[in-house]
């Protein structure tokens, strides 16, 4: 079953045409893997499915709902509804500073749930068990390393029980040393059948994880496949020439 369906997807800022006619799904449990030049539309494409940015044409099916159909919008309730089964994990973190880890990961259940705070500790306990952090619940982002606030990120967003998870580059703003434990977070998610959708360079977590590789250029999905098919036997010279220099 398709969890995502994005279907002749358009984006423009201004004059300028960020996607061009996007067709692919994601399917529960799967790994997606998008590689891609920088400026080539991978975050617009990941903003989109969460409605940080509205399309201007084609198609967004997200759990079987439109999120966008033919380039419109339904309701605010609506919109609010199908972008609740999706969560987002950004390269910056975007914790709230001024709250404890704890808050950070309590806050949006809490209202948009209504969750007892007993279920709530609860969960968050799980959660923070579950990417290391058992110790951090009371700590201030501002005190911890960027794996740990990004493996916070990452339990936050699994907080609201998403029916898939989409990162943007999760590890890129991160001092290489500590890439390794955020990576690992997302390999036993994965093991766990959550589905994902991972914008990333680093190609030896695609290799290693992702059941499919899109690679993305100047707004298109150029090729798609396996990571043997793409990283072994890349087909376009796009993506040849991009693996070349990146891998
Ligand atoms: P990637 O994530 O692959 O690096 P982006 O999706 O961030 O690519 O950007 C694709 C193109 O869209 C770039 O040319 C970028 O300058 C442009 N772009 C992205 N966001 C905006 C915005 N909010 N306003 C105007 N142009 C934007
Ligand atoms: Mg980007």
Same mark, same amino acid.
């Given at each position: 079953?398709?969890?995502?369906?994005?279907?002749?997807?358009?984006?423009?800022? !201004?004059?300028?045409?960020? &996607?061009?006619?996007?067709?692919?799904?994601?399917?529960?449990?799967?790994?997606?893997?998008?590689?891609?030049?920088?400026?080539?539309?991978?975050? #617009?494409?990941?903003?989109?499915?969460?409605?940080?940015?509205?399309?201007?044409? !084609?198609?967004?099916?997200?759990?079987?709902?439109? &999120?966008?159909?033919?380039?419109?919008?339904?309701?605010?309730?609506?919109? %609010?509804?199908?972008?609740?089964? #999706? !969560?987002?994990?950004? %390269?910056?973190?975007?914790?709230?500073?001024?709250?404890?880890?704890?808050?950070? &990961?309590?806050?949006?259940?809490?209202?948009?749930?209504?969750?007892?705070?007993?279920?709530?500790?609860?969960?968050?306990?799980?959660?923070?068990?579950?990417?290391?952090?058992?110790?951090?619940?009371?700590?201030?982002?501002?005190?911890?390393?960027?794996?740990?606030?990004?493996?916070?990120?990452?339990?936050?967003?699994?907080?609201?029980?998403?029916?898939?998870?989409?990162?943007?580059?999760?590890?890129?703003?991160? /001092?290489?040393?500590?890439?390794?434990?955020?990576?690992?977070?997302?390999?036993?998610?994965?093991? /766990?059948?959550?589905?994902?959708?991972?914008?990333?360079?680093?190609?030896?977590?695609?290799?290693?994880?992702?059941?499919?590789?899109?690679?993305?250029?100047? !707004?298109?999905?150029?090729?798609?496949?396996?990571?043997? %098919?793409?990283?072994?036997?890349?087909?376009?010279?796009? #993506?040849?020439?991009?693996?070349?220099?990146?891998?």
């Amino acid at each position: 079953m398709a969890i995502i369906k994005i279907d002749g997807l358009k984006k423009s800022f !201004g004059q300028n045409e960020v &996607l061009k006619n996007i067709t692919f799904s994601v399917e529960k449990n799967e790994v997606v893997a998008v590689i891609g030049p920088s400026g080539s539309g991978k975050s #617009t494409m990941l903003r989109s499915l969460v409605h940080l940015e509205e399309i201007n044409g !084609g198609s967004i099916k997200i759990g079987g709902a439109y &999120l966008a159909e033919n380039g419109k919008y339904p309701k605010a309730k609506e919109i %609010q509804k199908i972008t609740a089964k #999706t !969560g987002m994990v950004f %390269q910056h973190f975007n914790l709230f500073p001024h709250f404890s880890v704890r808050e950070n &990961l309590e806050m949006a259940p809490k209202l948009v749930k209504k969750m007892a705070k007993a279920d709530l500790h609860r969960m968050s306990d799980d959660y923070l068990l579950k990417v290391g952090l058992s110790d951090k619940a009371d700590a201030m982002p501002g005190s911890l390393s960027g794996g740990q606030k990004q493996r916070v990120a990452i339990a936050r967003a699994l907080m609201m029980r998403p029916e898939v998870l989409l990162f943007d580059e999760p590890t890129s703003a991160l /001092d290489p040393e500590l890439t390794g434990e955020v990576l690992n977070v997302m390999k036993d998610l994965a093991k /766990d059948d959550m589905t994902m959708i991972v914008v990333t360079h680093e190609m030896g977590f695609a290799k290693e994880v992702a059941d499919r590789v899109v690679f993305m250029d100047g !707004g298109e999905i150029v090729e798609q496949g396996t990571p043997a %098919q793409i990283f072994d036997n890349p087909q376009h010279p796009r #993506t040849q020439a991009f693996l070349s220099k990146n891998y």
